[in-house]
């Protein structure tokens, strides 16, 4: 039995905020009692955790670890270590590798991959269609019941919504959720950036905020007419917030993520051309930031996801309007929100439950708690900590990240997952099993 | 620049005063007049920017003096000089203006003060681009010495002992100045 | 006048600048007029000095103007063309710079189709001066230059004079960075600018303050738009615009904004037209007007060398980095 005491349990779940030890047994939490109760038992370690939040491991419903295909930008197990030094014990991965996740073969590839890694839980998200390209559904009782948990053709939307349709229909079935990346690339085409003011002083072709707005209003009527779950990737517009706030008053089953960089930048992130800055959705205006933060703080906006999304810098040192879209994330999404906790933007409640607990019910998965008998997934964070995030704390493969040389607040000390330490001081712990 | 202002320093030491410059202009353009050459082709061409005025004046008196027109043009050497990778500040073009075309003329050179001699030898290297002088002669209103290439005045105001470190101003009533040749020791220009 | 040798470390854009460096541009640009004017076109004051064009996208007039620029100040000027694609040439821009650069060049003047390209080079390349002679839709500074160095002229006004003029600029301006380096000029000169053409091609982010200060007007009415204007600027519509959907057809555009003299004659007296080149006669502008007596366009030309000469003299002449 291990012991974890004198820190601030934080667990939304079952809304401890306090004073609270927590013992692990048998890979999964045993109990959270009152700081110091029953300490004197006998314990296989006692881990002191003064002066940190005991908070349950991060779920990123979010990540591309580019394996198979794209093992120069990441792998899995480089994904898998950087999920756990930023706290994440369950990362979604999206199934825009190459070959497309769409068969249960690719999905065993990752799974076998992540268990050798044996760093974070790797959980597969199957494509929606074949290959990704929208023509025919992909298997997806096969990919569910080979451990798939939502279904996304991430990178583009599903065009047809016959298909939609017909997809959402099956995933319903299934239990599994469908996460949409929503964007007409016909009102986005040729976009590098948000469509804006800015954008026409920088002479860069924009993506309308309303590419985004109209698929997620089809998408939320096709989730009414079906009664399927939808789930909308990394929003980025007010527009969307407000209607995924009326469809989910109006019973629609709906949830929805968005980014840490979408939540703390804005477009001016890009004014001097910095390709590191640019991603799909782009980043988009002040006023848009703010209602994405209002739409966090009521809960339309269920979860915070890093869309951790790797590129070597040939993609990405080159033209803006030529680079690669997209930035890293899983090693800097907590630190964000920590900050945001301190500036008392967000609850550290709802901060920490839009981490764990909400994606956690947005995917139906058993993990993002501490209540007694879950997976002992626990991350203790040191939230006093101040650190300059710079290119050599990046353990990814790639280094695309806007976030260099900004002073981070909070930082991840201890990983457990399914109850075995897997992240000691900062440190890697080699050799550990997982149970 | 410190053409604006009309203060002159106390550090800088008058050595040659206004009536002198007078005299000394007096005299190069008498000087010019006399010389046993071509009268009816000269001309004269002041260096901007220090020598613009100068020539002016020179110009002038030889008007009195011959009582006729005689032509005169001013040029810009920047485009011609031999240092600019080396100095700090942009270099601003003031302009060339020749309303005359310079072949067969009798020109005289004008400057302020003749030093190492690489400005006039940018000047002379402008002059040939605009045409083929008769003859091309130079006039100074002071000579501090130190030349660094092998150029020598034909009319000159005032000869100036100095060290090479030092510096010569002129000031000038077109400037909004006393007419006015000024010697900074190398010790004092540090403070300005 | 104190003039910041860093200050023209380079010339991306006309954005950024502030109006005494515009004016000071303007001002020995036209000290440069006389120099083309002589019989010996040519000045010492860039010998030795090693001038680069790398065109990555198709031009004649633009990378002509910069090579007898760089050639009339006796630099050693080079010329690079290529399609500029990337990928399709197997060597990226910046590559292709390093690899430049490592040949030691003093200035590196680019064109490419890419919005930004300038500033990342300027960026990347550490002792070379970069000239933006336009990229993408971004900013064409020289042309701004040219273009408010030949109204100077006409009017007779020294730069500093030239304000509260009212510019009229025609055509699809979403797409002109040449738009955008002259909306950037007038601002800073003091003159008035209204953008005419259908709501496809002028956005209504050019007229917010975040895009250019918000002093900006747009009308979507060619007669409206030209009224009491001194200056009206017609740009060059790019015939795949069509293709684009951007415009129905040609004709359609032609209908409602071919800029002719009949339209003109709601214009100030003494209007005068501007055409950056090459024209699409009796499409964008009738050829009456293009070729009559309030066409500047020839000026234009003329100009653009000096301007050029004036931008690679006080670029190649700039005292070294490392005395700074």
């Not at chain 3, 007007?289 to 931008?311: D, F, H, I, P, W």
């Amino acid at each position: 039995m291990i012991r974890i005491s004198n820190g601030i349990v934080v667990d939304p779940a079952t809304d401890r905020d306090g004073e609270f030890d927590v013992l692990i047994e048998d890979g999964k939490i045993l109990d959270v009692v009152p700081r110091g109760l029953g300490a004197d038992g006998d314990f296989e370690r006692v881990i002191d955790a003064s002066g940190c939040w005991i908070i349950p491991g991060l779920i990123d419903l979010h990540v591309h670890l580019r394996e198979p295909g794209q093992e120069w930008k990441e792998t899995v197990e480089t994904g898998a270590l950087a999920a756990l030094k930023g706290g994440f014990t369950s990362i979604c991965c999206m199934p825009n590798t190459e070959p497309a996740i769409d068969s249960e073969e690719v999905v065993r590839y990752i799974l076998d991959k992540a268990a050798q890694a044996n760093y974070s839980r790797v959980l597969p998200i199957g494509a929606v269609t074949k290959a990704r390209v929208g023509k025919e559904m992909a298997p997806l009782s096969e990919l569910r019941e080979a451990g798939c948990v939502a279904f996304s053709d991430d990178g583009d939307p599903v065009y047809n919504a016959g298909i939609m349709r017909r997809a959402l229909e099956w995933a319903k079935m299934l239990d599994a959720p469908i996460s949409c990346h929503e964007e007409d690339k016909d009102i986005s085409c040729g976009g590098c950036m948000n469509e804006s003011a800015l954008s026409t002083r920088l002479g860069l072709t924009g993506m309308p905020k309303v590419a985004e707005d109209v698929m997620v209003a089809r998408d939320i009527e096709l989730a009414r007419d079906t009664g399927a779950k939808v789930h909308f990737c990394h929003v980025s517009t007010a527009r969307s917030v407000e209607l995924i706030r009326r469809a989910k008053n109006d019973g629609i089953p709906v949830t929805a993520e968005v980014t840490p960089h979408h939540l703390v930048l804005t477009e001016d992130a890009v004014r001097a051309y910095d390709t590191y800055a640019k991603m799909s959705p782009p980043l988009r205006e002040e006023e848009e930031r703010e209602l994405l933060v209002e739409g966090v703080k009521d809960g339309t906006l269920d979860a915070i996801a890093s869309d951790h999304a790797p590129h070597e810098d040939d993609v990405k040192k080159i033209e803006f309007a030529e680079a690669a879209m997209g930035i890293l994330g899983l090693q800097t999404s907590l630190p964000l929100m920590v900050s945001f906790i301190e500036d008392q933007v967000l609850t550290r409640k709802r901060a920490i439950s839009s981490l764990a607990e909400a994606p956690a019910r947005a995917f139906g998965l058993p993990y993002g708690t501490l209540r007694k008998n879950a997976p002992a997934d626990i991350v203790i964070v040191d939230p006093q900590k101040e650190w300059q995030f710079e290119r050599e704390d990046v353990v990814s493969k790639s280094f695309n990240s806007p976030f260099y040389g900004r002073t981070m607040k909070g930082k991840v000390r201890d990983v457990f997952v399914q109850g075995v330490l897997r992240l000691e001081n900062e440190e890697v712990v080699l050799g550990g099993q997982c149970k | 620049m410190s053409d604006q202002e009309h203060h002159i320093p106390d550090f800088w030491k008058e050595v040659v005063d206004a009536e002198t410059i007078e005299r000394c202009l007096t005299r190069i353009s008498y000087e010019i007049v006399e010389k046993d050459r071509d009268l009816q082709k000269l001309a004269l061409v002041g260096i901007r920017t220090g020598g613009e005025f100068i020539a002016q004046r020179i110009h002038q008196k030889i008007q009195e003096i011959e009582n006729r027109e005689v032509p005169f043009g001013v040029i810009d050497i920047t485009l011609y000089r031999d240092d600019l990778s080396d100095s700090l500040e942009q270099p601003t073009l003031k302009g060339t203006d020749l309303p005359f075309s310079l072949s067969g003329h009798r020109i005289v050179l004008v400057d302020d003060v003749l030093y190492t001699g690489r400005t006039v030898r940018a000047a002379l290297d402008a002059i040939i681009d605009f045409g083929r002088p008769a003859l091309v002669e130079l006039a100074v209103l002071a000579d501090r010495g130190h030349r660094e290439l092998p150029i020598r005045p034909d009319y000159v105001g005032k000869n100036l002992p100095t060290h090479k470190d030092d510096f010569v101003r002129v000031r000038l009533r077109e400037g909004g100045y006393t007419d006015g040749i000024y010697l900074i020791q190398a010790h004092d220009a540090k403070k300005g | 006048m104190n003039v910041d040798s860093v200050r023209f470390q380079h010339l991306l854009g006309i954005e950024g600048l502030s109006r005494e460096d515009l004016i000071f541009l303007l001002e020995n640009s036209q000290q440069f007029v006389e120099v083309s004017q002589r019989d010996l076109k040519k000045v010492p004051a860039l010998r030795g000095k090693t001038i680069i064009n790398l065109f990555l996208e198709p031009s004649t007039r633009t990378r002509a103007s910069f090579e007898i620029a760089g050639k009339r100040l006796s630099a050693d000027t080079i010329n690079i063309s290529g399609s500029g694609t990337s990928v399709s040439k197997g060597e990226t821009l910046l590559d292709t710079a390093r690899t430049l650069q490592a040949m030691n060049p003093d200035i590196l003047v680019v064109r490419h189709r890419s919005s930004g390209a300038a500033h990342f080079l300027s960026q990347e390349l550490t002792r070379t001066a970069v000239v933006n002679a336009g990229d993408g839709m971004h900013e064409h500074p020289t042309q701004a230059l040219l273009d408010c160095l030949t109204l100077c002229q006409h009017f007779e006004l020294a730069p500093s004079e030239l304000k509260g003029k009212n510019i009229t600029i025609v055509g699809d301006i979403r797409h002109s960075r040449v738009a955008r380096s002259n909306i950037w000029a007038h601002q800073l000169l003091g003159n008035k600018v209204t953008l005419v053409g259908p709501a496809t091609l002028v956005p209504h982010e050019f007229a917010d303050e975040e895009a250019f200060g918000g002093g900006v007007r747009i009308c979507h009415t060619l007669r409206e738009g030209v009224e009491g204007a001194d200056v009206v600027m017609v740009l060059r519509i790019q015939l795949e615009r069509q293709s684009d959907n951007f415009i129905p057809t040609l004709e359609e555009y032609t209908r409602q904004y071919c800029v002719t003299p009949q339209v003109l004659e709601g214009a100030a007296p003494g209007c005068v037209v501007l055409h950056p080149g090459p024209a699409n006669r009796g499409i964008e502008i009738s050829s009456t007007l293009y070729e009559g007596t309030q066409s500047l366009v020839e000026k234009q030309v003329t100009n653009g060398v000096a301007v050029r000469m004036a931008t690679l003299f006080l670029l190649g002449s700039r005292g070294r980095k490392e005395n700074v």
